[in-house]
């Protein structure tokens, strides 16, 4: 009989995200190199697309889309910021990209879909600073275009008018940096954000939400998923009334006194982070900044790039079009 416990010391799984993301006893992780969402990518050849690294040190890449015959001269440019409540996803994950082509051929725009680091091996606020840093690259290809620019992005691309979207944690991404970049966003000169368009924010905070509380239970984002997010993504010691995950969190600097972009908020009804949204917008539409919120009854997280052809999904793409002519001038 061994007196080395072997069966007891080898490492067990202790987190585990939809298949893709394993964390285990000893601390090691294990990432999969398939995404959990394994569906058909439908490239028609109507966008064209490109992968460009925006950031070197973390070897972070983007994903630029463009219409192949744009209907005008200059397009508005809009990025999107995926989801994966900062532990998965990826702009190369066949739902993103589907999206992306969608919001390309239907908005008439420049889509950029940049990654970000991932938690828990990057807790925040790194993926905030990669989501600052995405759009520092665009500032970057502005300023090049007397010198060496990049003619597939420069030729079609309208720098003065840029729209910030995020997915989920993609979301809230978009806003810290409404609130980080302010109205005009003048450290990003020549390059000009026009507003924020937040899909589902990913909030939290550590007083359960009506609808985190009461959601229902088969949610597409239950609730246990949530809780998982969050104390693998938090800053180690933190609680979900950290300011990057509660915005108006008891330990939250006020927004009160700041002033923002125009922001389009969107929800699924029966999405359990929809009371957060909503608080979040209501907030700080009574504050005076110019919000929109608008909830798609029973509809779930990130029912958009689920599926884009529902119905649903299409009226959405509508609001993002018109929120997008209403906020061009």
Known sequence: MSDTPAAAAAPYEVEECRGVLRVYSDGSIVRSTQPSFNVPVHDDGSVVWKDVLFDPMHNLQLRLYKPASPSSTKLPIFYYIHGGGFCIGSRTWPNCQNYCFHLASELQAV?????????????????IEDGLMAVKWLQAQAQAVSENPDTWLTDVADFSHVFVSGDSAGGNIAHHLAVRLGPGSPELGPVRVKGYVLLAPFYGGTVRSRSEAEGPKEAFLNLELIDRFWRLSIPVGETTDHPLVNPFGPVSPSLEAVELDP????????????????????????????????????????FFTIDPNTDASKELMLLIKRFIAQNSG
Do not use: M, T
């Open 111 to 127: 889509v950029i879909s940049p990654d970000y680091r991932l938690a828990p091996e990057n807790r925040l606020p790194a993926a």
């Open 263 to 302: 922001i389009l908020v969107v929800v699924g009804g029966s999405d359990l982070l929809k009371d957060r949204a909503k608080d979040c917008a209501e907030r700080l539409k009574a504050w005076g900044k110019k919000i929109e919120y608008v909830e798609f009854e029973g509809k779930q997280h990130g």
